[in-house]
């Protein structure tokens, strides 16, 4: 369900390390954990998405002829390193946090364990889905924070990052407890609710606009939304008041119009008066055009009399904080754990757990141990593949479930876009040990 | 050329709006531009990328069998437009700016000439594809500006926003100026030169520093690029001379070392100083982590002693500037000019053509005017697509070249990461009386 499942989606230096690994028999099991640095500023905690089709494509993991030929040629690879490629199968095991799972800083939220060279090049592909969807969902989930019980809508696919940002945006924002998008593939690959009014184009290129209204509601009978900023919003608003008594005897109802540009607090407020005052008091009123959390926060405490917002660029982009610092890190060779102490990007040794202790019912702190450790509270990350194989697929709807249940037990002080203190994340003292034996 | 080349990669107003244009006979030839409405805050100019991939998806564009069963079965939809999408083909003119080409806010950069609902259904895509790549170029320029003569490889694929911004932030920052990419498939698909090093699981993997180091230089006894800061930077350094004669009785020169993590200048200078005390001053020194525009003036103004640098994460998603704010508006429809009048979104009626004025070999003024005028200067916007065939390919050489014959001729004071006061782009009388025209 990736868009793009070449095997030759990585960076050169994989490509490289591996036939390194392989000239010198570094082909023993090897432990790689992902997990994001830092928060970014703006995040009080991340929504971990993605796994879906992390495991799809690793399922899929192969080169082909063509691009084995091409490696061979333009790389001047040995025979026999092309030999290894083509036989080369994912056939290791993944933990992982689900989807829809509240992470911090630090904690792995997914390790891949495999002979050393299938784990090395499998890294590029597995952080551009993940640290893309999880940017993504925990960008949204903002949104749905900001915007509490309003239809909100993924509109972004014009301005994400190539087609499958769009997608994957579609999804991640979906995950996040968004009503839909306005993407039609998304609808099509994830079963997406799909939501859609009409652009201005529709109304341009009619001599009126009240022809434009009429013509788009007889040919959607049951979904009428008008887009009335075309010219001027609130003499559109009027026109959509004289032409509704036409259309009731149609039997066709005016459901919403859609504002996309300017004060959008000033002019909801006029619209609203304009509608109810002519009897539309049933017809809902949408919004979009630069909106985020921010934006909507600041509307809906002014009282901005909107019942939907398209949320788009902003939300597609992560604007305000357009990428996690992840990395996916050697943290166990051959049976023993290893680290790097890089200046400002040291790693924790270990294959690592969470867990995640409750107290009445609410998240209290996480404890990272070794993974084979026993700990109060609840272990986060689980086996979702082995051998190669998924273990389960779990539906779109269990992902959401969880998230909203996750989020009902987080503390108050984070479950907000204000920036809060941070939640606590220990260190086991057995992880401690561990690191000082090593640096030491 | 695309990732993904589904026709219902778009937006479902785009379906829906399709569908009541054909309900009502709406489906005279339809003019649509795409312009970028202002610059980002720390954008002088803009570099036109991603037309290639957009007359692919033109020539390709179809829907299949398959997503045709299912937009009929989910959205209801009736037969005869079922029918109407099935036979649907791009046929239409396409001009717009060749790749390369600086332009700045307002000026249309694509134009498509097609009937209205092919025209409208087309938006979508064309803009995800053009405004990802104008985004990285532009940003990719800046990096050439402040890095000049300097070895620039992009390295973004991990943090990009999924696998086709990847692919695409490689084509467009090689355009742009960059010397290479480290993603493996974008060297296959678009012939762009391909670099890569060694990352920290290598060193990791191995008991000593100094094993790594030997293994991969003999795996690799043409490109020696040794990554020193997994632990200790330069005691790696120190590791490096140590072996370097060992390397070199066995015919095997280390070209390179890479830094990647820690205060970049300091490390620069100590590991500089330690490989030329120790013999090796023609072993370059490569870095990367973090890195943009705005650190290389500052790394490059301090005097860092560094030959070459990968930039990957600010770069594939335009960290300072995630998007652009772009549009496809309708300009004529039968005949007629079009605009709208949206508060902060207003758009100019009519096909318009951008003409630069030069004087003494530099760009001194842009003028737009409508497509059919005369004006002084060199027009900017081209034929590039007939009836729905591409009229000629050109080699990213060419593109390349373009880029670095127009910064050239680009007044000074843009050519910089400062900001500086807008290059002047005037509008002609003709728009300006046709606007009036149609406001008053």
């Given at each position: 369900m990736t868009t793009e499942s070449s095997a030759l989606l990585t960076d050169l230096y994989q490509l490289t390390m591996v036939q390194a690994y392989v000239d010198h028999g570094l082909t023993d099991t090897a432990s790689f954990e992902l997990f994001v640095r830092r928060l970014?500023?703006?995040?009080?905690?991340?929504?971990?998405?993605?796994?879906?089709?992390?495991?799809?494509?690793?399922?899929?993991?192969?080169?082909?002829?063509?691009?084995?030929?091409?490696?061979?040629?333009?790389?001047?690879?040995?025979?026999?390193?092309?030999?290894f490629l083509r036989a080369l199968r994912f056939e290791g095991?993944?933990?992982?946090?689900p989807e829809g799972t509240l992470f911090f800083a630090n904690e792995p939220i997914l390790r891949v364990t495999a002979p050393l060279p299938v784990a090395q090049l499998v890294e590029t592909r597995i952080i551009n889905i993940l640290q893309y969807q999880t940017l993504i969902a925990s960008?949204?989930?903002?949104?749905?924070?900001?915007a509490p019980g309003r239809l909100l809508v993924e509109f972004?696919?014009?301005?994400?990052?190539?087609?499958?940002?769009?997608?994957?945006?579609?999804?991640?924002?979906?995950?996040?407890?968004f009503t839909g998008t306005s993407n039609v593939l998304a609808g099509m690959r994830f079963?997406?609710?799909?939501?859609?009014?009409?652009?201005?184009?529709?109304?341009?290129?009619?001599?009126?606009?009240?022809?434009?209204?009429?013509?788009?509601?007889r040919s959607h009978p049951d979904n009428v939304i008008l887009l009335i900023d075309t010219y001027d919003t609130p003499a559109a608003a009027r026109t959509v008041v004289e032409i509704a008594p036409v259309l009731k005897q149609e039997g066709i109802d005016i459901r919403g119009v859609r504002i996309d540009s300017g004060d959008l607090l000033q002019r909801a407020r006029e619209v609203r008066q304009i509608l109810d005052e002519g009897g539309l008091n049933d017809t809902t009123l949408f919004?979009?055009?630069?909106?985020?959390?921010?934006?909507?926060?600041?509307?809906?405490?002014?009282?901005?009399?909107?019942?939907?917002?398209?949320?788009?660029?902003?939300?597609?982009?992560?604007?305000?904080?357009?990428?996690?610092?992840?990395?996916?890190?050697?943290?166990?060779?051959?049976?023993?754990?290893?680290?790097?102490?890089?200046?400002?990007?040291a790693t924790l040794p270990g294959r690592k757990q969470v867990f995640r202790v409750y107290q009445d019912g609410q998240a209290m702190r996480d404890i990272?141990?070794?993974?084979?450790?026993?700990?109060?509270?609840?272990?986060?990350?689980?086996?979702v593949m082995r051998a190669g194989r998924r273990l389960q697929a779990e539906p779109m709807s269990a992902l959401r479930e969880r998230l909203k249940a996750q989020l009902d037990r987080l503390p108050p002080s984070l479950r907000t876009i204000e920036p809060a203190p941070p939640y606590p994340v220990e260190i086991s003292e057995e992880i401690k040990q561990l690191l000082s034996r090593q640096t030491g």
């Open positions: 970014p500023a703006e995040r009080n905690f991340l929504v971990a998405a993605g796994l879906e089709q992390v495991l799809g494509f690793l399922e899929d993991f192969r080169f082909s002829e063509q691009e084995l030929d091409w490696y061979a040629r333009s790389r001047n690879a040995p025979p026999a390193f092309i030999d095991d993944v933990w992982a946090m960008k949204a989930v903002r949104c749905v924070l900001a972004g696919l014009r301005r994400a990052h190539g087609a499958e940002a769009g997608l994957m945006a579609a999804r991640a924002s979906y995950l996040a407890g079963d997406i609710p799909l939501f859609g009014t009409m652009a201005h184009a529709f109304v341009q290129c009619h001599d009126r606009e009240a022809d434009a209204f009429l013509d788009f509601a919004s979009s055009g630069d909106l985020d959390e921010y934006r909507l926060t600041e509307l809906l405490g002014q009282g901005a009399p909107i019942d939907g917002f398209g949320v788009g660029t902003r939300l597609d982009t992560s604007a305000d904080e357009p990428y996690l610092n992840c990395a996916y890190k050697l943290v166990e060779y051959a049976g023993r754990p290893r680290f790097k102490s890089s200046e400002g990007k990272m141990t070794l993974h084979d450790r026993s700990c109060e509270g609840t272990p986060l990350l689980q086996p």
